[in-house]
């Protein structure tokens, strides 16, 4: 449990960092042509230029790591009452108030995933869509098996 609240406190510096670094790369690379010049357009289209690329990757460093902190911060709210895994410790059952949060968080990692990968999909960020599809609704998928007071 100590590793999750670690990572939640560690996880807001390494978003911004990552952001931070993101804006670089895009400040950097806004004077370099994002599309290729010559070749067939599916081709063109598909297939990012190496200064476009760098972006890409920047956003999926910063999409990963605002995904971590994400998630953590669900596991570290619902340790408080909610989840029941031997590995977190039991503080107790919660206020019966607290009967859906599991099952609103993993909604919320669900949709989180879509919006966030249709996102990077309509912007061309192909590695950016990926860490999105793949990190999420695996995350979901892990806080919806977790056993609580109310299953």
Same mark, same amino acid.
């Not at 100590?2 to 807001?12: A, C, T």
């Not at 029941?84 to 990692?109: C, F, I, K, R």
């Given at each position: 449990?100590?590793?999750? %609240?670690?990572?939640?406190?560690?996880?807001?510096? /390494?978003?911004?960092?990552?952001l931070v670094?993101a804006v670089?790369?895009?400040?950097?690379?806004?004077?370099? *042509?994002?599309?290729?010049?010559? %070749?067939?357009?599916?081709?063109?289209? #598909?297939?990012?230029?190496?200064?476009?690329?760098? #972006?890409?990757? /920047? #956003?999926?460093?910063?999409? #990963?790591?605002? *995904?971590?902190?994400?998630?953590?911060?669900?596991?570290?709210? $619902?340790?408080? $009452?909610?989840?029941?895994?031997?590995?977190?410790?039991?503080? $107790?059952?919660? *206020?019966?108030? %607290?009967?859906?949060?599991? /099952? *609103?968080?993993?909604?919320?990692?669900?949709?989180?995933?879509?919006?966030?990968?249709?996102?990077?999909?309509?912007?061309?960020?192909?590695?950016?869509?990926?860490?999105?599809?793949?990190?999420?609704?695996?995350?979901?998928?892990?806080? $919806?098996?977790?056993?609580?007071?109310?299953?």
């Open positions: 449990m100590l590793l999750f %609240g670690f990572v939640f406190l560690l996880g807001w510096a /390494a978003a911004l960092a990552a670094r670089v790369v895009l400040v950097r690379i806004r004077r370099v *042509d994002w599309v290729r010049g010559r %070749g067939n357009p599916a081709v063109r289209l #598909l297939l990012p230029t190496p200064a476009f690329r760098r #972006l890409d990757v /920047a #956003l999926a460093v910063t999409a #990963l790591l605002a *995904d971590l902190w994400l998630i953590s911060t669900a596991i570290v709210f $619902g340790v408080d $009452g909610v989840f029941t895994e031997g590995w977190m410790g039991h503080s $107790g059952m919660m *206020d019966p108030t %607290g009967q859906s949060y599991q /099952a *609103d968080v993993v909604n919320v990692l669900d949709t989180t995933a879509w919006w966030t990968f249709g996102t990077a999909v309509l912007c061309r960020c192909w590695t950016t869509a990926a860490v999105q599809i793949c990190v999420l609704p695996a995350a979901a998928w892990w806080i $919806g098996s977790f056993h609580t007071y109310y299953n």
